[in-house]
């Protein structure tokens, strides 16, 4: 019991020590970056503003003391739960993110979960029937599939989806001015949800089916199809149980991933999430809000990352910590 | 990974061949001034005078797409040789260090990894200063070196303990002649893969950047930044602004992928063969 306490308590104190260093990290990056902060306070009048002005505003924001002390106030309030006012919003840090965060999360999170079960569907029936015909095909298409951008991805669902066909809206979480009854978001969300999957979907699907048909090669493979069973009982019997704990592992570490890539399906349907947020207090230099989003994303992607070890390290004994990894993949992550 | 050996990717390469040497000799074919503009053309259709049709400002999308090709190309090319370099350079150093160093880098490589691409992205850019072809590439392969690091450590602590390793060091070979002579030839094998595709990944992200406005801006003609006027272009019904672009810069990607994994596949199986 106490060997286990000791356990997590260094855990969480790792995890504490990343994050401040996360913190320190982010807002010297912020701070040090040229530009001017007072114009996504002030918009437009930044420019009429005298000398005077201009250093009575920065004094007001408190941004012409040293970076050190800045940090220091800003650490203070925010242990305390106070994390600043976002400069463009004029309004509570919190408040602009917990307004938007849901929305992320529901395009985020169901495009994680769609993804997951796709993909290990997909990747099965191509293990299943590999080298057939329909697993061609779907390899082939896979692959193009996974190398556009998603961006363009976005783009080419709009364009056939909305401009051509007319079917369903290019923008937006619901139409303005009605509310946003159930069946009005979910029209909103089927095609960003589709560009999130699209974009990630193969890289998953071929992964599994790979292990699988790795798997299939294993001399126990041999044994229980000696003694009778079929390729599907073999596969979903003995195969997939091997696999699953490596896939979970992938998965948790690819949070981030769909993340970043949700950020940007966000911008390109100007889907009212986190996505246009990070992107605006980025290029806006507002500071406390990018503070903030930076932060989150960073304990997503150091929590998954942690998550996706100990799943392997529990699952799977021969994993060590250094052997799993999207090494292929861009970092695309927040 | 099949039973079967993979055929080589002749089409992919042909196709791969064709693209860059269309956008490495331009200048011999291009009908137009790629960055010429003249609004009363903007957005015509593909055909007569305008083979692939002009985009919202006049210019001529078929001269702009080999022109911006060009620095599309490039983009990868460049960023790719930054990232392998600090790539390899960070994770032998790893690979090679006591393990209180070698942990606190790769926790060093976990939080760098966690900033979010964006915010690094739009950092690096404005401490650059002005925003060319040549500074989005140092950005996207300052940013990108991660994975390759990843694999050079693993490769590297695995080597480090063999004879040749231990008999240079003995007779005082330092740590870039080690690098270079004993470790780069064993590496290769091993990284080549992902040099390649972090030259798909970089085009990709060149081309995102534009898009969203981080990157390269209008007047430098790219595949990105060519592509940056397609969200407009779709609701005036431009399909041609959308689509050829996209159309070219997923060939591409999708040639150097085929590429890749066929490296790849040639490497893992005379691995197991050995």
Redesign the interface.
Known sequence: MKRRFIFYGKKLLSFTA?IF??SV??FC??R????DPLASYYGTRVEKMSVEEREKAMERLGLNEPLAMQYGKWLGHAVQGDFGISYKYKQDVMEVIGARVGNTLLLGGLGFVCLFVLALLLGFFCAYC??CFADRVICMLG??V???????LS??L??IFS?SLRLLPSSGAYTLGEGGGFSDRLLHLILPLCAVILGHLWYYAYLVR?RL??EMRADYVLLVRAKGLDRRAVLLGHCLKNVLPTYLGIMAISV?HVL?GT??VE??FSYPGIGTL??ES??YKDYNL?MV??LL??IV??FS?RIGQAVGERFDPRVTA?GT?????????? | MNGRQKKKPWAAAVLLALIVAGCVCCEFFMTKDPAFMDLADSERAPGGEFLFGTDALGRDLFSMIWYGGRISLLIGCVSTLLSTAIGVVLGALCGFAPGWLDLALMRFVEIFLSVPTLLLIVFLQAAAGEQNAFTIAVVIGATGWCGIAKVVRTEVQRLRSSEFVIASRCMGGGFFHILRRHLLPNLLASILFMVIMNIRNAIAAESTLSFLGLGLPLEIVSWGSMLSLAQSAMFTGAWWIVLIPGAFLVATLLCITKIGSYVQDVLTRKERNV
Do not use: H, K
């Open positions: 990343s260093i996360l990290l982010v990056i912020a040090l970056a040229p530009g590999a080298d692959t193009a996974s190398v556009i951008p998603e961006f363009w783009l080419l709009i364009f401009v790979n048909l790795e981030p970043g950020y940007i911008t390109v990070v992107y980025a290029r990018l989003l930076a994303s960073g992607v150091i990352s250094a990894g999207r090494e292929s993949m861009q970092g695309w992550g927040g």
